[in-house]
Antibody, heavy 113, light 113 residues
Framework: QLVESGGDLVQPGGSLRLSCVAS????????MSWARQAPGKGLEWVSG????????YYADFAEGRFTVSRDNSKNTQYLQMNSLRVEDTALYYC????????WGQGTMVTVSS | DVVLTQSPLSLPVTLGQPASISCRSS???????????LNWFHQRPGQSPRRLIY???NRDSGVPDRFSGSGSGTDFTLKISRVEAEDVGLYYC??????????FGPGTKVEIK
């Protein structure tokens, strides 16, 4: 199970940190991803992180603004999002693997003034 | 970035009849390791995506055998042998051969006639 949290209404230029708590599987054995879906739009991959946290990967729009991290002792993945833009408004999903096999229910991020 | 196109974008289907969705890639998805990283996802209205098929033709656990994937290189197909009411929603193909970024197709909306 994957449970995301941290989504909120934020002004352009603001920051948010999303969390994803995993349970019922060996979190530390899995690479993880974040993906997003803007209202009424398709799926968009955001970032990936290796099982150990040593390697991170980003979509171009996230590079330099978003930072993915994880704490395997807490079975938790994070997404720190800075310099948020209106176009970052979306439902953000946490998922297992880079390809990704299992998805959480998502947390909504709304960027608006 | 690899661009995936899907057709049709809208697919009205009759219950019990077959359905087929095409996914075409802007370049071959055959990886240097011999695998082809093309997955299919299903998203029911109001729900998070569920992976159905990975690496072209492998069904995920619990996916009914009426779903099948095929293809190679740049052309791929998802087939539903007999459509059931629960199959409505959006279907996305996704490539993980050339990443980052992982990219998704635009989605095909399946609805019952």
């Amino acid at each position: 199970q994957l449970v995301e949290s941290g989504g909120d209404l934020v002004q352009p230029g603001g920051s948010l940190r999303l969390s994803c708590v995993a349970s019922k599987f060996k979190f530390g054995n899995y690479d993880m991803s974040w993906a997003r879906q803007a209202p009424g739009k398709g799926l968009e991959w955001v970032s990936g992180i290796s099982a150990t946290g040593d390697n991170t990967y980003y979509a171009d729009f996230a590079e330099g603004r978003f930072t993915v991290s994880r704490d395997n002792s807490k079975n938790t993945q994070y997404l720190q999002m800075n310099s948020l833009r209106v176009e970052d408004t979306a439902l953000y999903y946490c998922a297992t693997g880079y390809d990704p096999g299992f998805w959480g229910q998502g947390t909504m991020v709304t960027v608006s003034s | 970035d690899v661009v995936l196109t899907q057709s049709p974008l809208s697919l009205p289907v009759t219950l019990g009849q077959p359905a087929s969705i095409s996914c075409r890639s802007s370049q071959s998805l055959l990886s240097s390791d011999g695998n082809t990283y093309l997955n299919w996802f299903h998203q029911r209205p109001g729900q998070s995506p569920r992976r159905l098929i990975y690496k072209v033709s492998n069904r995920d656990s619990g996916v009914p055998d009426r779903f099948s994937g095929s293809g190679s290189g740049t052309d791929f197909t998802l087939k539903i042998s007999r459509v059931e009411a629960e199959d409505v929603g959006l279907y996305y193909c996704m490539q993980g051969t050339y990443w980052p970024p992982i990219t998704f197709g635009p989605g095909t909306k399946v609805e019952i006639k």
